[in-house]
């Protein structure tokens, strides 16, 4: 199993520029979840999906964000415009069901906006 | 859990000696409860799991004991290693829910 799979790791951009983040989950994963991890908030979930559906989306900050899944093997997640205070780690997690099972993390991406 | 700012807690432990870390949950509606490991530049990773019909689960090396009454979560890791050294966090899941709600994570240093 390769697990949950991330890229870019790491992405510099400008201010005002489009960032697109892209995930694989495990396969046979019915849940996928997006968070975000800083050090003064922690690990914030901003959205998630159950069969490629988007079920709560109340954690993205704001219209700048947006995320698809647009089969079972593939989510984004699109920052347009990008500002500085969007810096931080990205994670994608899935899950077999939910509750009682954990989530598994990918690696992250590293996002830097100057 | 809550997120912490910019100071995590750390528990400083020797080589070879036992780590209990601690974890306070909110929400007495939660009925599933993780522990993740986290090494730096790497994503979260699971290390056990207990359920609120169950007061202690073990597995390799690492128990997990969970008190209702308090809503109180720790995890003993014995025989601490140098590969332990990462930050630790608990999670809980409401029951019905899909949601994880991380605490703020506790640093572990080994000390050789």
């Known amino acids: 199993d390769a697990g949950v799979i991330q890229s870019p790791r790491h992405e510099v951009t400008e201010m005002g520029q489009e960032v697109t983040l892209r995930c694989k989950p495990i396969?046979?994963?019915?849940?996928l979840f997006w968070y975000r991890q800083t050090m003064m908030r922690g690990l914030e979930l901003l959205i998630y999906f159950n069969n490629n559906v988007p079920i709560d989306d109340s954690g993205m900050p704001e219209d700048r964000f947006s995320a698809k899944m647009p089969n079972a093997s593939f989510s984004t997640l699109k920052i347009q415009p990008s500002e500085p205070r969007d810096s931080a780690v990205y994670f994608c997690?899935?899950?077999?069901?939910?509750?009682?099972?954990?989530?598994?993390f990918g690696n992250g991406t590293r996002l830097t906006v100057t | 859990g809550e997120s912490v700012g910019l100071h995590l807690p750390t528990l400083s432990v020797q080589e070879g000696d036992n780590s209990i870390i601690n974890c306070a949950y909110s929400n007495s509606a939660s009925d599933y409860f993780i522990w993740y490991k986290q090494e730096s530049g790497k994503g979260p990773q699971f290390i056990i799991d207990i359920r609120s019909n169950m007061d202690k689960r073990q597995g390799q090396r690492v128990t997990v004991l969970l008190n209702k009454t308090v809503k109180h979560l720790s995890l003993q890791i014995a025989a601490t290693q140098p590969g332990d050294s990462a930050v630790y966090f608990c999670?809980?899941?409401?029951?019905?829910?899909?949601?994880?709600?991380f605490g703020g994570g506790t640093r572990v240093l080994v000390k050789p």
């Open positions: 997690a899935s899950r077999r069901w939910q509750g009682g099972s954990p989530l598994h």
């Open positions: 396969s046979g994963h019915d849940y």
């Open positions: 999670a809980e899941n409401r029951a019905a829910g899909n949601k994880l709600t």
